[in-house]
């Protein structure tokens, strides 16, 4: 039964997005896609890194080729209105960043990018976000310099149907003041409040400055230490960030909080290994439908 609490209210902040982020090779595919088809409010993340590809937090390419083989098997019904059966975010870090912010100034950087975004449109993602911090393997030196601003817009606008979610913290404010000192923000940038930078640092306040939901969609994101534990609040206190701020949509995404160690979870001998925790995802899918954001599958 739907909540009859605050989080209800028609004239709140719609919840737009309950991101997980860190997808990768510890889970089992058809398990996201369950969860996913019954909670469309669901986006999964995956972070895309070559020179980490395999580890803790980075799928390999043959993960993800199987999800979207999976997806295409499993869209028939949907596929009239071209929407993939779940929502899919990649989040870039490392080469592909530094391609992406080069990608004006040099053509094999621009190809390199847009044959990427390609293939993840292809394999079912719809938004994109751009870590462009040093922990995420970027050269972050250059984030200020014109060229490094049109070429993230050279980017956006060749690739329309695309939504691209620009990481803002203290370390992007180059890039971010620089995108927002265009004339017009083109439609398909938003961003994302997020100075843990999936470190899992907690924010000790969420940001209602109303020139990060200047688009016509007037939507925000929230990122930063976000768990099960913290949920509920966290949840609640940016959506009120959200409506002080002038925005209509907001969406909050975690990371590190649903990660955990266990003994032996690919069948493999040896010690702890970190995996993508499902069991913590429901937690916070659990705790958001009893606030009245979602609602759980007819029957449960």
């Known amino acids: 039964m739907p909540s009859t609490t605050a989080a209800a209210a028609s004239s709140s902040p719609k919840l737009a997005a309950l991101g997980f982020c860190g997808a990768d090779d510890s889970v089992n595919h058809r398990h996201l896609i369950l969860l996913g088809k019954s909670y469309p409010t669901i986006e999964w993340g995956i972070l895309f890194r070559p020179d980490k590809e395999g580890q803790p937090r980075y799928a390999t390419r043959q993960w993800v080729c199987r999800l979207a083989e999976l997806l295409a098997q499993n869209d028939a ?7 993939p059966p779940i929502r899919l975010a990649a989040h870039l870090c490392g080469s592909h960043v530094n391609n992406l912010l080069s990608s004006s100034t040099d053509l094999s950087c621009a190809n390199n990018i847009d044959s990427v975004l390609t293939e993840l449109y292809n394999w079912g993602f719809r938004r994109v976000q751009v870590n462009a911090t040093a922990v995420n393997g970027v050269h972050t030196e250059h984030l200020g310099e014109k060229a490094t601003i049109q070429s993230f817009l050279r980017t956006t606008a060749a690739h329309l149907k695309l939504e691209f979610i620009v990481q803002k913290n203290e370390e992007t404010l180059p890039l971010w003041n620089g995108l927002l000192e265009q004339e017009s923000l083109p439609e398909n940038i938003v961003f994302l409040h997020d100075e843990s930078k999936g470190t899992g640092k907690e ?11 200047s688009t016509s969609r007037k939507i925000v994101g929230y990122a930063g230490g976000i768990k099960p534990a913290n949920v509920a609040k966290v949840a609640q206190d940016t959506m009120k960030a959200c409506q002080e701020s002038g925005g209509k949509e907001f969406w909050i995404d975690m990371e590190s909080g649903v990660r955990s160690k266990m003994i032996g979870a690919s069948g ?4 702890e290994e970190d995996i993508f925790d499902l069991s913590k995802c429901y937690e916070c899918i659990d705790t958001i439908c009893e606030l009245g954001f979602i609602d759980h599958p007819l029957g449960l």
Not at 77 to 83: D, E, F, R, S, V
Not at 203 to 213: E, H, K, L, R, Y
Not at 268 to 271: I, T, V
């Open 77 to 83: 019904a949907t596929a009239a209105n071209a929407l």
């Open 203 to 213: 924010a000790s306040a969420w940001s209602t400055d109303p020139q990060f939901v």
């Open 268 to 271: 493999k001998e040896g010690g």
